[in-house]
């Protein structure tokens, strides 16, 4: 059983360079959220998207862009990376969007120098 | 908009020794409310949720908690800790709408030792 999937685990930026972060999710789930995780700050929500086609901005969306073209991937884009964006960042999926468990990918760490 | 509180960062228990995480929550309703744990490297695990009804919940790994609407608050409990309960725990809350995702409290990191 896959669940959520990220590629790649680790990775380490230059400063403006541009990656993908990438997720998917074999359960058949609408809902998908990245989350990053930062040292004694929680997760903060950064996208999230009920559907294919339908993305929207969670608590912390600069810098990052979405797209949701099919159910089951919803690659993270950083256009132009920042040091401030060095951090675990989690993909998750969810059945409906806030009232059923939500699976977690185990996480990329990123980091910007 | 709901926001959650974990108001102890870190934790030290002994092991066998009982546990009480402790989680306060802002939301005018009753919101839906889960609490999370995660091992070091790994994703986070759902242990128990609350939605309605009985407000006493039981979750995996023996772990359990308790919903109090006059407190404001959803605090975890395990009568008896082992080792391989040292992990970070995250209270969530949503609203009951249905329609927004879930925010999470800053985490609570439970270390144990002998």
């Known amino acids: 059983n896959a669940g959520v999937t990220q590629t790649p685990k680790f990775r380490i930026l230059k400063i403006g360079q541009s990656m993908t972060l990438q997720c998917t999710q074999d359960m058949n789930h609408n809902y998908m959220y990245w989350y990053r995780q930062d040292p004694g700050m929680g997760l903060k929500l950064i996208y999230y998207?009920?559907?294919?086609?339908?993305?929207d901005k969670g608590e912390v969306p600069n810098g990052y862009n979405v797209s949701r073209s099919t159910t089951e991937d919803f690659p993270l884009r950083l256009e132009l990376a920042a040091p401030s964006q060095t951090s675990v960042y989690f993909c998750?999926?969810?059945?409906?969007?806030?009232?059923?468990?939500?699976?977690f990918g185990q996480g990329t760490r990123l980091t910007v120098v | 908009a709901q926001s959650v509180t974990q108001p102890d960062i870190h934790i030290t228990v002994s092991e066998g020794a009982s546990l009480e995480l402790r989680c306060n929550y802002s939301y005018g309703a009753t919101p839906y409310l889960f609490w999370y744990v995660q091992s070091p490297g790994q994703g986070l695990q759902l242990l128990l949720k609350?939605?309605?009804?009985?407000?006493l919940v039981q979750g995996i790994k023996g772990f359990e908690a308790e919903f109090k609407r006059s407190q404001s608050s959803f605090n975890l409990r395990k009568p008896s800790v082992h080792w391989s309960d040292a992990a970070e725990y995250f209270c969530a809350v949503a609203e009951n709408s249905g329609n927004t995702p879930l925010v999470f409290g800053k985490g609570t990191r439970l270390s144990v030792i002998a």
């Open positions: 998750a999926s969810s059945f409906d969007v806030s009232n059923t468990e939500a699976f």
């Open positions: 609350y939605f309605s009804g009985d407000t």
């Open positions: 998207s009920v559907g294919a086609g339908i993305t």
